[in-house]
T-cell receptor
């Protein structure tokens, strides 16, 4: 079956760095998405990776290894506003989007 | 107004009620989606519309009935729901149906008593 695994919850300190991991098992692969969702709000798009490697966007970076079925989202210089859930989703060969349950990130002062 | 809007933001209904959720997108996108989000569970895709035609229905119970009168509007009609249908219902849109550049609305928090 198709599956996405990511940790349920993580805690980090303001100003620090945190890495949120995601592993996926899909029938074929057409890319991996990361979304941010603040409590009570809509998910917002963060990144899309389809090729191996690291893509950086300001404080946020996303990494993909297709051979390992693995991705991570790296958040640097953490701010209190980064407290949110981070959703990982993989696009399979039929362009079906398989979602993880999300990682709730708690930032402490 | 820009982006994807949803109304109402909160809805409480009894199991015998009939209600509708509304979604509107102002992005000129061709595809629209309904998702169900339950606590600590992955997003569940319910329906996909492309250019007003339903292209996907993921085994959703018939008590949920979608309607897409045009490419900017999407409705989800609800009737005789069950308490386990209580969840956040999210609408999204994208230029095509490959899920890239998918924009989500704020959701409707539904509680079924």
């Amino acid at each position: 079956g198709q599956n996405i695994d990511q940790p349920t919850e993580m805690t980090a300190t303001e100003g620090a760095i945190v890495q949120i991991n995601c592993t996926y098992q899909t029938s074929g692969f057409n890319g991996l998405f990361w979304y941010q969702q603040h409590a009570g709000e809509a998910p917002t798009f963060l990144s899309y990776n389809v090729l191996d490697g690291l893509e950086e966007k300001g404080r946020f970076s996303s990494f993909l290894s297709r051979s390992k079925g693995y991705s991570y989202l790296l958040l640097k210089e953490l701010q209190m506003k980064d407290s949110a859930s981070y959703l990982c989703a993989a696009l399979d060969s039929n362009y079906q989007l398989i979602w993880g349950a999300g990682t709730k990130l708690i930032i402490k002062p | 107004e820009t982006g994807v809007t949803q109304t109402p933001r909160h809805l409480v209904m009894g199991m015998t009620n009939k209600k509708s959720l509304k979604c509107e997108q102002h992005l000129g996108h061709n595809a629209m989606y309904w998702y169900k989000q339950s606590a600590k569970k992955p997003l569940e895709l319910m329906f996909v519309y492309s250019l007003e035609e339903r292209v996907e229905n993921n085994s959703v119970p018939s008590r949920f009935s979608p309607e897409c009168p045009n490419s900017s509007h999407l409705f989800l009609h609800l009737h005789t729901l069950q308490p386990e249908d209580s969840a956040l219902y999210l609408c999204a849109s994208s230029p095509g149906t490959d899920y890239r550049e998918q924009f989500f609305g704020p959701g409707t928090r539904l509680t079924v008593l």
